[in-house]
């Protein structure tokens, strides 16, 4: 994949919505080549344009992060743990453990019980589990949402709905569908990715991890982090990033073209003298990522709908 298009998903990443003439703008090309690239590309499903709704908004206030050390058949593991209810990313990776699962739950209760229900599985043999302390960067904005008394009514839902099955529908499809002018809808779409509640991002197909290398980091700092973070944010393939409780203080993830990449970017935090101890690991086989989430939290308890609105949202 060239570096048009690489820089093109960077744009897109970070607004799902940039149109094809905006990006040629950044990129200092024209809009015909840009489209050329990304195109096929949609209609394929390599990368697809979707909202996701930040967790926060849905009632799951806690974030972890497991590491799973297994014994027989990792991949037939993976497919369990996808099973359960909580878990929205699962991969295989290399080294010492063989999985890595991601876990959004409601309470430290109900993480608990998943973490349970996951020790209990034939082939674990160990579970290392960290907690989001704070999220910098991913999929839903990093910063946490300006969600306090957020007003979400029967057209918003619909809108986050629709726009979870495809994040580039045009206003004009979008407002059809909800009943509102042109102009109220894009005046929705805005508040909503503007306070964090919901973000329209890309996301890569991951069957064919020939592709590009996605590349977990776990680090123990010292001192001032604010190098390390910066040098993160200017990776153009990074997709996560968090301050953690547990075996490290500090993750991300960022994805390479190539390996050389990869090695370079490895060379330079090592450089940083806020880095104490560094662990990396490949995620070669992804089994589950999932971004989208029923609403339903939403109408049952976050916000009160009236009959009228409710039939709406239906």
């Known amino acids: 994949m060239d570096q048009l298009t690489e820089q093109s ?3 897109l990443r970070q607004d799902g919505r940039t149109s094809f003439s905006d990006i040629a703008r950044q990129l200092d090309t024209n809009r015909a080549s840009i489209a050329k690239r ?7 499903g390599d990368i697809r344009i979707i909202a996701a709704v930040h967790p926060r908004l849905l009632g799951l206030h806690v974030l972890a992060h497991l590491s799973i050390q297994t014994e027989g058949d990792a991949g037939e593991l ?49 579970v290392q589990v960290m907690v989001y302390e704070r999220t910098l960067k991913s999929f839903f904005l990093g910063e946490e949402p300006a969600l306090a008394d957020l007003p979400i009514d029967a057209t918003d839902l619909k809108l986050m709905e629709l726009l979870q099955v495809d994040g580039r529908m045009g206003y004009a499809e979008l407002a ?106 490949l995620h070669a086989r992804i089994h589950k990522e999932r971004y989208q989430h029923s609403l339903h939290r939403i109408r049952e308890g976050a916000i009160t709908l009236s009959a009228d609105e409710e039939a709406a949202a239906n």
């Open 78 to 126: 993976a497919e369990r743990i996808c099973e359960l209810n909580s878990p929205v990313f699962v991969s295989e990776r290399t080294g010492k453990y063989q999985l890595i699962s991601e876990l959004h739950t409601a309470t430290m209760a109900e993480l608990h019980e998943e973490i349970r229900a996951i020790r209990a599985c034939d082939g674990v043999v160990d």
């Open 38 to 44: 990304l195109n096929p590309l949609l209609l394929s």
């Open 9 to 11: 998903f960077a744009i």
């Open 176 to 281: 059809e569908a909800v009943d509102l002018s042109i102009s109220g809808c894009r005046t929705r779409i805005n508040r909503l990715t503007e306070t964090g509640a919901m973000r329209i991002g890309l996301l890569r197909e991951r069957t064919d991890m020939t592709s590009h290398l996605t590349f977990g980091f776990g680090f123990i700092t010292t001192g001032n982090v604010d190098p390390l973070v910066r040098l993160i944010d200017e990776q153009a393939g990074v997709e996560f990033m968090a301050r953690t409780i547990g075996r490290f203080d500090f993750v991300t993830t960022i994805s390479f073209p190539a390996l050389s990449d990869f090695n370079d970017f490895v060379a330079n935090l090592r450089a940083l003298t806020s880095v104490k101890s560094l662990e990396t690991w």
